[in-house]
C-alpha cells in the first residue's frame, strides 16, 4: 500500500476542486475584460477619428467660408475689373489687406493667389505679377477646366516655378474657386493653399502611436506623417496589399503586415468625401487588455496558491483520524494476505474481518445467552430461584411479557422410556434430545411456553394458557401432549411418557408443578411405557404437598457470614426459621432440615480452614446438643452465640488483616516504584485483585485514595529533592512524572503558596 495514496489523492481534489473555479473565473473575466477594453478602445478610435475630421474640417470650412467673403466683396470686384497698375496702388493695398485676413494661424493658409485672366495679373504673398508672363501662366490656365466652381486639390511644388508652398513641405492642399463669383464667364481664379505638413501636425501631435491619414475617392493619400507617401494610393502603403473600397460612412476592419495584426478605423466625410484613416497595431490597442491579464494572473496565482496551502492543512487535518485509524489497525491487526491499494479498501479489509469477528461473536453471544437461559429456567424449576430475583430475570430474558399474559400454567415432563431394541445407541441419546425439543418447540406455539429445558434425562416445558376455565386447559393439554407423543414416535420412531402437573395461575409454583410432572411420571412402574400420566389423576389431593427446603435462605445466610455481616447474618438466620417452622412437619422433618443447616455451615467452616476446636469447644458433638432442643427461640439463639458469632469474628478479622496487608503492600509499592508510571492496575495485576477491590480496600485502610496518596508521597519526594539535590525543576517534574514541568509548578503552587524555585531559594541551606 504506498503510503499516505488517500491524503495525496484528497489534496488533488482539493486543488482541483478550488483551482477549477479560480481558473474559470479568472480567465472568463480577462476574456470579458478584455473584450470591453477592446470595444472601448475600438469605439474611442472611431471617436477619435470623428474628432479629427471634425478638427480638420473645420479649418476647411472656415477656410472656405473666409474666402467666399473676399470673394463676394467689393474689394474683389472692383479688382477684377481693373487692371491693377499703379494708379490702382490703393486697390492694390486694399486686395492685399484682404488676403492677409486668410492667412491666420488657425487657418494653416500659407499663401493665396488671387488671378485675372481678362486683365492679366496675378496677385500672391510675393507681389503682383502679370499674369501672361508668369512662368505658371499655362499650369494656372488649367485649373479653368475644374468640372466645378469650387473644388480641392492636391498640389505639389515640384510643379510650379514660384515655390507658393512651404519649404519644408512639398505638397499642398489647395481651396481653387473661380471667379467672378455672381458671373458665368470665369475669368480668374482665387487660389487658398494649405500646406499638407501644417495637417500632418494635428495629426501627429494627437496620436502617437496611430498611423492616420487621409485619403481623397480614388484612395490617394493627401495627407501623411511621411511626405513621401502624399499622392501615392493605398496599395502602395505596407498596410495594404489589394484595393480596398469604403462603402460605409464609417467601420472598422483588420489588416495584417508581416504577421503584425492592425486595426483600421475610418471615418468618410459628408464636407468633401475625404476618408479619414487610422492604423493601429494591435499590440499597442491591446496593452490595457495585457494589463488586466497579468493582473488577473497574479490575482489568481494568489488565490490559487492560497486554496492549495488551504487545502493542504485542512486535507492534513482531516486526514488525521484516518490515518491514525490506519496506525491503529496496522498495530493490532496485522494483515495476513495481499494488502489492500488504498487506506480506505484497508479499512474497508478490516471492517468486513471486524463484522465478521462480530459476527461470529454475536453468534457466540447468542449461545451463550441461550445457555444461560436455560440455566435460569433449570434454576427456576427447581426451585434455586429468589422471587425478587425471578421478575428481573424473566424481562432480562424477554419472557416477562408472555408469561404476564398467560392465566394459567402446567408443566410438562418429557422422558424417553428405553433406547433398548430400538435403533438408537447411547451415543445417539444427545441427538436424540435435540431432535425431541426441536418437536416440543415446534408443536407448541411460542407465545404458549418458556424454552424448553433437560434436566436429569427429562425435558421439561412450562405451558401458559390464556383461557381461564380449567377444563378448557386440560383439554388442551392432552391434545398437545397426545399430538407430541404421536409426532416422536412418526419422526423418531422411539417411545416416550409424558407427565402432566396440576393446573397453576403463577410462575411462583413453577418448581411445585415441575415435582409433580416427575412424581407423575414415577407411576410408569404400574402403567407401562409410552403413557401420558396426569398428576390429577395418580394423586389423593388437588395438589401435591411439596416442602422446599429453603436453599436461598441459606446461600443469603451463608454469605452474610462469610462478608462479617452480622446483621444482614441474624436476619438470614430468622428467616430461615420462619421458612422451617412454619410448615407442617414432623419432628424428624424438622431435625433434617437442621442437620441439613449444621452440616453446610461445618462444610464452610472446612473449605475456609477453620479448625472445629476453634469454634465448638464443648465436649459432645454440636449435633447431640441441637437435637436436645425442643423450642425454636432455643434453638435459634444456639445457632446464634455457638456458631454465628464466633464464624462473624473470624471472617471479621482475616478481613481486617488482609485489608491491612494489601494496604501494605500497595504503599510499599508507591514508595519503590513513585518514579515510574504507577497504576491501580498495575498494583491488581501484581496483587492478582480486581482493581476496584483494591481501591475500596485501600480507602478503607488509609482514608484516602490510591491516586491521592501517589501525588501527595511524589509531593514529598519533590521537596526533599528540592533542598537536597541540584536537579533542575524540569528534571525533578520528569523524574516523578508530571506531564510537564508547568504542570508540577502550577500544582506546587497550590499546594506551598510558592513556585519549586522560590520553594528551594526559601530553605534550601536552612
Not at 245 to 262: K, L, Y
Not at 603 to 617: C, G, H, K, L, T
Not at 699 to 728: G, V
Amino acid at each position: 500500500m504506498r503510503k499516505k495514496s488517500l491524503l495525496t489523492k484528497l489534496v488533488l481534489f482539493g486543488c482541483i476542486l478550488s483551482i477549477m473555479p479560480v481558473l474559470f473565473v479568472g480567465t472568463f473575466s480577462y476574456i470579458q475584460s478584455s473584450k470591453q477594453v477592446q470595444k472601448q478602445i475600438n469605439f474611442s478610435e472611431v471617436q477619435y477619428i470623428k474628432q479629427l475630421n471634425l478638427n480638420i474640417e473645420q479649418i476647411f470650412v472656415t477656410l472656405n467660408l473666409t474666402l467666399n467673403n473676399l470673394i463676394n466683396s467689393t474689394v474683389m470686384e472692383q479688382a477684377l475689373q481693373s487692371e491693377m497698375n499703379y494708379k490702382e496702388f490703393q486697390l492694390y493695398n486694399n486686395l492685399r489687406k484682404e488676403i492677409s485676413h486668410l492667412q491666420s494661424f488657425d487657418s494653416k493658409v500659407s499663401d493665396v493667389v488671387i488671378l485675372s485672366k481678362q486683365e492679366d495679373w496675378l496677385v500672391k504673398n510675393s507681389g503682383l505679377y502679370r499674369l501672361k508672363s508668369h512662368d505658371d501662366f499655362d499650369k494656372y490656365m488649367n485649373f479653368f477646366e475644374l468640372n466645378s466652381n469650387s473644388e480641392w486639390v492636391l498640389l505639389k511644388s515640384q510643379d510650379f516655378s514660384d515655390n507658393f508652398f512651404n519649404a519644408n513641405c512639398e505638397y499642398s492642399i489647395s481651396l481653387v474657386k473661380k471667379l467672378p463669383a455672381r458671373v458665368t464667364n470665369k475669368d480668374g481664379l482665387a487660389f487658398a493653399h494649405i500646406p499638407t505638413c501644417s495637417i500632418s501636425e494635428i495629426i501627429t501631435k494627437e496620436r502617437e502611436f496611430d498611423k492616420v491619414m487621409i485619403i481623397d475617392g480614388s484612395n490617394r493619400i493627401l495627407v501623411h506623417e511621411d511626405q513621401e507617401m502624399i499622392g501615392k494610393t493605398l496599395i502602395e502603403t505596407p498596410y495594404f496589399t489589394d484595393e480596398i473600397e469604403f462603402n460605409e460612412n464609417s467601420g472598422q476592419f483588420q489588416v495584417t503586415v508581416e504577421n503584425h495584426h492592425n486595426t483600421v478605423t475610418y471615418y468618410k466625410s459628408d464636407f468633401n468625401g475625404w476618408i479619414y484613416l487610422s492604423i493601429v497595431s494591435l499590440d499597442n490597442m491591446t496593452v490595457e487588455s495585457k494589463k488586466i491579464g497579468w493582473f488577473t494572473l497574479y490575482i489568481c496565482g494568489s488565490i490559487i496558491m492560497i486554496s492549495i496551502l488551504f487545502v493542504w492543512l485542512t486535507t492534513r487535518k482531516l486526514y488525521l483520524p484516518i490515518g491514525r485509524l490506519i496506525q491503529f489497525v496496522q498495530e493490532r491487526l496485522p494483515i495476513e494476505n495481499e494488502k489492500p491499494q488504498g487506506e480506505l479498501q484497508y479499512i474497508q479489509k478490516y471492517m468486513q474481518e471486524l463484522f465478521s469477528s462480530n459476527s461470529k461473536l454475536e453468534d457466540e453471544v447468542r449461545d451463550h445467552k441461550q445457555q444461560v437461559r436455560s440455566l435460569f429456567i433449570s434454576r427456576l424449576l427447581t426451585g434455586n430461584i429468589r422471587v425478587s430475583e425471578m421478575e428481573n430475570k424473566l424481562a432480562y430474558f424477554g419472557l416477562q411479557q408472555r408469561v404476564n399474559q398467560w392465566k394459567k400454567i402446567m408443566m410438562l415432563t418429557v422422558q424417553i422410556d428405553t433406547i433398548e431394541k430400538t435403533r438408537y445407541e447411547n451415543k445417539d441419546v444427545d441427538l436424540l434430545y435435540f431432535a425431541i425439543s426441536n418437536i416440543v418447540e415446534e408443536i407448541i406455539l411460542k407465545d404458549n411456553r418458556l424454552p424448553s429445558v433437560w434436566i436429569d434425562q427429562t425435558l421439561a416445558v412450562l405451558v401458559g394458557f390464556d383461557a381461564e376455565d380449567i377444563k378448557i386447559t386440560n383439554d388442551k393439554i392432552y391434545e398437545l401432549t397426545e399430538k407430541l407423543q404421536g409426532l416422536i414416535r412418526v419422526y423418531l420412531d422411539l417411545s416416550v411418557s409424558i407427565g402432566i402437573s396440576l393446573v397453576y395461575e403463577d410462575i411462583s409454583f413453577a418448581p411445585r408443578a415441575y415435582q409433580e410432572g416427575l412424581e407423575a411420571l414415577k407411576h410408569r412402574i404400574k402403567l407401562g411405557t409410552g403413557v401420558i400420566i396426569h398428576y390429577g389423576n395418580v394423586s389423593s389431593t388437588n395438589h401435591s404437598i411439596v416442602i422446599q427446603y429453603p436453599q436461598i435462605a441459606e446461600m443469603e445466610l451463608l454469605d452474610a457470614i462469610k462478608l462479617s455481616d452480622k446483621g444482614e447474618a441474624l436476619t438470614q438466620l430468622n428467616n430461615w426459621m420462619d421458612k422451617v417452622f412454619n410448615q407442617s412437619q414432623t419432628l424428624n422433618e424438622y431435625q433434617v432440615y437442621l442437620m441439613r443447616l449444621l452440616n453446610n455451615i461445618m462444610i464452610m467452616m472446612q473449605e475456609a480452614s477453620i479448625p472445629y476446636e476453634q469454634i465448638y469447644q464443648l465436649r459432645t458433638p454440636p449435633h447431640e446438643d441441637l437435637l436436645k432442643l425442643q423450642v425454636r427461640d432455643d434453638v435459634e439463639d444456639w445457632f446464634k452465640n455457638k456458631l454465628l458469632l464466633p464464624l462473624i469474628q473470624i471472617f471479621g478479622d482475616r478481613r481486617d488483616s488482609l485489608y491491612h496487608n494489601l494496604s501494605e503492600e500497595m504503599i510499599d509499592m508507591i514508595h519503590s516504584q513513585y518514579d515510574k508510571d504507577l497504576t491501580l492496575e498495575e498494583c491488581a495485576s501484581k496483587l492478582h485483585y480486581n482493581a476496584n477491590y483494591l481501591s475500596s480496600v485501600f480507602k478503607k485502610e488509609t482514608n484516602t485514595t490510591f491516586s491521592e496518596y501517589l501525588s501527595s508521597y511524589r509531593f514529598r519526594i519533590a521537596k526533599q529533592w528540592l533542598l537536597t539535590s541540584d536537579m533542575t525543576i524540569k528534571e525533578v517534574a520528569d523524574r516523578l512524572k508530571y506531564n510537564n514541568s508547568q504542570n508540577f509548578i502550577r500544582s506546587f503552587r497550590k499546594q506551598e503558596g510558592m513556585t519549586p524555585g522560590e520553594y528551594r531559594k526559601k530553605y534550601k541551606g536552612n
